[in-house]
């Protein structure tokens, strides 16, 4: 097995990557069967979006502060864990994003998109669902758009609901909202079309995230979920998502 190995900037993980690249050799990301991740969550996200193309399975191991979707850091039989764990395939979703100056940019997510006021005064959002309006007019600091697998993150944070991972639903989260005080959100269905477009954008400017990746002065935002890019997150069997899902749930 041939495995590419990253880290971080902290110290543990930049030592495990030294033992890990000695013990187990290094390898091409295009010569690779695995890439596997010395870090934490964040850095697991980002390994998503800098390596999606190459189709690769990514596996884990915590040595950073998150570990949600690492497993825990091992040194010995590597290639012997990643060969027995669990496949966690998912589609991730699709940002289409367009600023103030025109210019429309796209990009993935794993956990979540959300918008997110620039300055002291509320953002104000129209929302539509598959091409027609559902809420007019939203006054609010921000709004999230979340994966089943980032439902737990952001989402679950803000007041939003944790969605099973075998389901293919998304979550639209307020944050903070003002008018209408009454809507607390949505659960939308994995088909659907959602575009946010920022009102008064101008006096309220609006940042949109995806997982890291932000653009400022957003004018408009549409967001689906890519059935054309299959992601596959790796797991040891005795530390499966589902477990963690329900772990959190009922957390005290």
């Known amino acids: 097995m041939k495995v590419h190995f990253v880290c971080s900037s902290n ?25 596997v991740v010395l870090s934490g969550d964040g850095m697991v996200l ?11 399975p990514i596996y884990g191991m915590n040595r ?9 850091y091992v040194k010995h039989s590597l290639f012997e864990r990643i060969h027995n764990a669990t496949a966690l395939n998912f589609h991730p ?3 289409e994003v367009q600023t103030s100056d025109s210019e429309i940019s796209e990009t993935i997510a794993i956990n979540e998109v959300y918008l997110l006021r620039e300055t002291h005064q509320s953002s ?3 929302i539509k669902i598959n091409g027609e309006v559902r809420l007019k007019e ?14 737990t993150a952001y989402n679950y944070s803000a007041g939003g609901p944790i969605i099973p991972l075998d389901s293919s639903l998304l979550a639209m989260t307020p944050i ?14 994995g088909d659907t079309a959602i575009e946010v477009e920022v009102l008064d954008s101008h006096r309220r400017p609006v940042c949109v995230v995806a997982d890291y990746v932000e653009f400022r002065k957003a004018e408009k935002v549409k967001i689906s979920r890519d059935i054309n890019k299959n992601l596959t997150l790796l797991l040891d069997s005795d530390n499966t998502l589902q477990d963690k899902v329900i772990e959190e749930q ?3």
């Open 250 to 252: 009922f957390a005290t």
């Open 138 to 151: 939203l006054v609010c600091d921000g709004l999230i758009t979340a994966s089943p697998l980032g439902s």
């Open 11 to 35: 110290a543990k993980s930049k030592s495990a990557y030294r033992y890990m690249v000695k013990t187990y050799g290094q390898n091409d990301v295009e010569q690779s069967d695995c890439i």
């Open 124 to 126: 104000k959002l129209k």
């Open 46 to 56: 980002r390994s998503f979006h800098e390596y999606y193309q190459y189709g690769l």
């Open 176 to 189: 903070s909202s003002f008018r209408p005080r009454c809507w607390r959100g949505a659960l939308l269905s």
């Open 64 to 72: 950073g502060e998150l570990g949600f979707l690492t497993n825990r």
């Open 93 to 95: 979703l699709r940002a």
